[in-house]
């Protein structure tokens, strides 16, 4: 694209630097700010800039957060024996917009793959592994993505906890509440009959 | 959505304030930026501050610039009584890449729109009719989209210079270039064969 400006052409340069934002969707975004006051724009820096210079992770399960230890790892009502593993922030959210679980978590910060040059060790595994030897946890939930990625770093986890007193669960798979078996995918219709739940137990969870 | 940081629910929420960019996707943007170095996110905020507190618009076409005159209309071998009428820089961007014309531009900021509060005292029609006054401009071409506000907006200037010495034109409507007949709409097609061109003439444009 040939720009009459710069300064535009910069940022649009930037703004499409980001995951999935062209250079078209880009320029679209950065006429849009020269079209908004100019406080608009000032918010949406400083807002980017803020986070990125004063953010936190917990020190108990790397979630993000303001403090030095997030508001779930703090709250005494929160079983610590119960552990959910997680990607990252989302998967929290996901899990907290259920209100099902009163565990807390350990966000382990992605996943291990290969192809994007992630190992193991630029996730937090060393510290779960830590958590797990001091015995306090009873039961660690694995709610990683079925992918491959995800299924190789519950296993990587699982043998580097192999033999150590803790239970391991993974969350269940299966039909979507509300959706047609006829449009479910074999593999999860196969293992949504291998792991059916007793009747009275399913109509519990609603 | 229930952030478990504030700095990143503010940067989220500013974010989701641009066009076509809902809460998720805000998410994940954010999210990108907090694993990417710290310096990425400086230069995406400076560019855009820098943008937006000092581009210029061009005095004689409005266009977006670094300088009080944008580079077309100060280069001296374009031609000043050739006109065309545009909507914002995109369409600029869109006619120059074609290297067919070698007028100047009048960018116009937007189209009439009742629905979204633009009325004509809202663009830079004013400066396009003392232009025309001045009696430089042999021909105007209007090159904005042909929706109802590209229509209204054209119909509006045109009635604005009525009566002066100037050639109004419009870019050709038709079946786009490597396009089916049998696909195109029939407003498209029909117009396509009222606004014929002679044979020999068609095969000078490519």
Chains 1, 2 share one sequence.
Do not use: W
Not at 54 to 71: G, L, V
Not at 82 to 90: A, F, Q, T
Not at 99 to 109: A, D, E, P, T
Not at 147 to 174: C, H, P
């Amino acid at each position: 694209m040939d720009f009459s400006s710069k300064l535009l052409e910069n940022a649009v340069y930037e703004v499409s630097q980001l995951p999935g934002i062209g250079k078209r969707t880009a320029l679209r975004l950065v006429l849009h700010l020269l079209k908004q006051p100019e406080q608009r724009t000032e918010n949406l820096s400083t807002s980017l800039v803020n986070l990125r210079g004063k953010i936190q992770f917990c020190q108990n399960c790397h979630n993000i957060s303001d403090t030095t230890m997030c508001e779930i790892c703090a709250n005494l009502k929160r079983d610590d024996a119960l552990v959910c593993v997680v990607e990252d922030i989302r998967d929290v959210m996901a899990i907290e917009n259920t209100g099902q679980f009163r565990g807390k978590y350990h966000v382990l910060g992605g996943k291990i793959s290969p192809m994007e040059g992630i190992g193991p060790q630029n996730l937090k595994i060393g510290t779960l592994v830590d958590k797990v030897r001091k015995g306090v946890i009873k039961e660690l939930i694995f709610a990683l993505s079925s992918t491959m990625e995800g299924d190789t770093t519950n296993f990587y986890i699982f043998r580097q906890i192999e033999g150590l007193e803790v239970k391991t669960s993974t969350i269940a798979r299966g039909i979507a509440v509300g959706d047609e078996l006829e449009y479910a995918d074999e593999v999860t219709l196969g293992r949504s009959i291998l792991n059916r739940v007793p009747f009275e137990g399913s109509l519990r969870q609603d």
